[in-house]
């Protein structure tokens, strides 16, 4: 059998710089999965880009071929002109690309630029490219077919925006599909649910793929071929199971090594200590009032959190675990006294066990300047949480002058010392934030935060922008300064893998309730809730043998009113959390 | 909110927008001390010539300007009586002109719709110029083609409008025989309307179009070169790409139609500075616009006229930026859809 589409020594390179992709060669079977594994920087979306040449304008394809074969003949991809290569994009190999809210048009209904493909390549009259758009629209999962056609992007979640561009995508029935990081944007339960519908598709129609992630867990879900990049050049490859089960390659098992899992064998964990809290939550709530778009209709509320309890033990780990939307961000806002609580809600804050404790959610202003001091905040994005105007050193200073804590020459002392913490060279000061990569930035944030020698760090996300084996780092050094400074973090993520390997006790939240609560080895070795089952099974995890269980996903993922009976919200009714065993709460009834 | 509900909800706003422009204008045009007939009242006592005085006297009798400024806007605005009951800018009275001595309609006269009509041809010229261009210096950015334009449109830019009005007069009458100055031949002045006269507005407005337009048609090349060079880097345009699209089609429907916004916006904005900005050219050109006119108002304190050409001209403002949101709401579907729940 000839492949469906082979690359042969494709070299890329940019202007006049060195080649960034160098002598890269894959087959890809008709029906089969490719996966092209790497970190940022590896070259894998520039080569799958490479095929349909949507290249930015300096890149030129310097050597090798990409050739097509399919009913209609054989062509070399690289080879074609400009009007050729354009009946085979979106007709005989199509795309989907990363971000799901930024790839649609925002001006156009959904229909219309699904349909535009039929248009473009079978010249379907307007009608029958709509019956054929609502067949596929149907297919991937739209609830209701007529009314997504009639929708525009900026209407539908990121998931449902990722079917639309799946079935754009399959509507012309391409023999090959590319999928850049289709799944990278989305939630772990949404990502789970749209790698099984890609999955499904391609058992139904025969097409093959090439799917470009930086997870190892999504290869070993999905590919039956995997080619391993690193720097511009195939580390290794081959078929998926060997490669996955004994990677030969180093750079492959350091991927391994650092992709965070959420542990094969979990066993029941003693609950966490009660005393000496630093952070106290007491039935913090948050309701936003959105404005209704008419005045004769009502504002709608809003429930970004609902009675939250949490406690945090000094020295120790609480992380909020939960889905875009799941009210984790308002509940580390209001825990350091960005926004208020509504009445009601305390959160109390110890910084030293014998003074007395701070009330955040009602701070003078003098208080505030001295809470900030010892609860800081390490963000999401490393790329835009520095400013790009400023010098490292001015960054890192800024805290300490705002504060008015000691001289110059002091505060530089501290910057040093704080840049070695993190295992970063002094001599970095004078440069700007563009000179570092990603994980440097982070770890930059990490030490600003840690100028002022906080107590407590609220860390949103910190890992979720970087790499994996940066990611691993990053990981590694917050721990390490938590236990050398006896630091307390409270720490936002929507990753159970990563929340596995850092946090004392996990919360997970869903629509602003915390629906079940424990030490992660806990959850994971007996979860009750039917969301957390689902959080758990849908994490992909690169054992071949452990593939995502689509059927728990699905059960829990759902809205709450889908949920079994014990666990389920109906209106206002919601269950109260119950204590299970020590140190275990979940919320149902009975 | 349907496309109607905002509509007339604009219209509405518009209405009290210009109320209070009408408050500023008169507090505006009074904040200087005196007034044209207190101070021609001070020159005629000073040349002893007392008749005139008596005169002017009545006249401020007549035109309530002997009573508190307050009452003195309300009665221009028509919602006080004056000493000749309701008669003002609401009941379609624009006052008198003292520097003419005539009525402010009679000066005002043709030139109101003139200046519309030079105004109107010189913004679709703009837009007419500045839309191909600025997309081709996008799509072709970093060619000969770009760099061409980007010259052409700063040339535009930095000529001097009367200096480009004297050499393309010079020259269209050198070559194509058009006509020099005006914007009708002056038989056709206080004609009624005719096909002949049609006809040499037509001719008569060539010029001007290109003279007040070129400033504004480069600038905007210019902005709209820069918007499309934004969205070309979108994703949604490699998702055009990746259909199968050819460019052109995938630049005028993607790029573009995000792009444009700003420009439908601008709509509103271009109408007051074209009225300001063409004053000299209208002086050079000869032009029945309105510009000069406001020019001699506003330097003789001729507070009916002047005030009345002011209305006008925040009129034409708000049209314009009243046209341009209901557009902008046609066009934007993000607008359109604002606070609906999902």
Known sequence: ?590 | MSILRYTIFRFGTMLLTLWAVSALVFLIINLPPGDYLSNQIAELRASGQSAGVAKAEFLRKEYALDRALWEQYMIWIGFLPGPHGFSGLVQGNFGWSFEFDRPVRDIVGDSLWLTVLVNVAAIIFVYAVALPLGVIAAAKSRTWIDYTSAFVGYLGLATPNFLLALILYYYGRKYLNIPIGGLMDPIFEGQPLSWEKIKSISVHMIVPTIVIGTAGASAMMQRLRANMLDELGKPYVETAIAKGMSPSRMLAKYPLRVAFNPFVADIGNLLPSMVSGSVLVSVVMGLQTIGPTLLTALKTQDQFLSGFVLMFVALLTLIGTMISDILLVLLDPRIRYEGRES
């Open chain 1, 1 to 590: 059998m000839r492949p469906l589409l082979s690359v042969e020594n494709l070299s890329i390179g940019f202007g006049k710089g060195d080649a960034v992709v160098r002598d890269v060669s894959f087959d890809v079977n008709p029906g089969e999965t490719l996966a092209i594994v790497g970190e940022s920087g590896s070259g894998k979306t520039v080569t799958c880009r490479a095929v349909l040449r949507i290249l930015p304008r300096t890149a030129q394809i310097r050597t090798g071929s990409v050739t097509l074969n399919t009913d209609d003949g054989v062509y070399d991809l690289t080879k074609l002109s400009e009007r050729q290569l354009r009946d085979v994009r979106g007709n005989q190999v199509s795309m989907i690309f990363q971000e799901p809210m930024r790839s649609l048009s925002p001006l156009h209904r959904i229909g219309n630029q699904v349909s535009e493909v039929l248009w473009l390549h079978r010249g379907n009259s307007e009608s029958e490219a709509k019956r054929l758009v609502l067949e596929t629209f149907d297919r991937v999962g739209f609830p209701d077919p007529e009314r997504a056609y009639r929708s525009y992007p900026f209407e539908l979640s990121g998931g449902m925006r990722q079917r639309a561009m799946i079935a754009m995508a399959m509507v012309a029935k391409p023999d090959l599909l590319i999928a850049d990081e289709p799944t990278t944007a989305l939630d772990v339960t949404t990502q789970a649910q749209v790698l099984g519908l890609i999955k499904e598709l391609q058992k139904e129609t025969g097409m093959a793929m090439i799917l470009v992630t930086h997870d190892l867990g999504v290869v070993a879900n999905m590919a039956e071929k995997v080619v391993v990049m690193h720097k511009g050049r195939v580390m290794e490859s081959g078929a998926a199971e060997p490669l996955l089960k004994s990677p030969a390659h180093p750079y492959t098992r350091q991927l391994f090594d650092a992709a965070p899992t959420i542990p094969a064998n979990p066993k029941l964990a003693p609950p966490l200590p009660e005393e000496d809290l630093i952070l106290e939550i007491k039935n913090v709530s948050k309701t936003y009032k959105m404005r209704a778009g008419s005045a004769w209709r009502p504002d709608v509320l809003i429930h970004a959190c609902r009675g939250i309890d949490l406690n945090l033990p000094r020295g120790k780990t609480l992380a909020i675990v939960g889905e875009s939307g799941s009210g984790k961000t308002t509940a580390a806002r209001i825990a350091l006294g960005a926004e208020p609580p509504d009445p009601g809600g305390e959160v109390w804050f110890r910084p030293d066990p014998a003074r007395e404790p701070i009330a955040v959610h009602n701070m003078s202003r003098s208080v505030r300047t001295a809470f900030q001091r010892e609860a800081q905040m390490v963000f999401q994005d490393p790329y835009s949480s520095l400013s790009p105007r400023m010098r490292i050193l001015d960054t890192m200073t800024e805290p300490l002058e705002v504060h008015g804590i000691g001289t110059r020459a002091e505060q530089r002392d501290r910057a040093t010392e704080m840049l070695k913490q993190v295992g970063l060279n002094p001599d970095m000061l004078k440069r700007f934030p563009h000179a570092f990569s990603g994980g440097q930035r982070q770890r930059l944030s990490i030490a600003r935060a840690m100028m002022l020698d906080p107590r407590l760090i609220v860390c949103d996300e910190p890992t979720s922008a970087l790499d994996v084996s940066v990611q691993e780092q990053i990981l590694q050094l917050l721990e390490d300064i938590r236990d050398e400074m006896n630091l307390s973090y409270l720490f936002i993520s929507h990753d159970l893998a990563v929340v596995a390997r850092i946090a004392d006790e996990v919360a997970v939240m869903r629509q602003g309730l915390v629906v079940e609560q424990a030490p992660p080895e806990t959850l994971f070795y007996n979860p009750k809730h039917p969301y957390t089952k689902a959080l758990i099974a849908a994490q992909p995890t690169p054992d071949i043998e452990r593939p995502i269980n689509l059927k728990l996903v699905a059960q829990g993922a759902g809205s709450p009113d889908s949920w079994p009976e014990a666990f389920r919200f109906s209106g206002e009714v919601i269950p109260s959390l119950i204590e299970l065993e020590p140190g275990h709460k979940v919320r149902s009834h009975v």
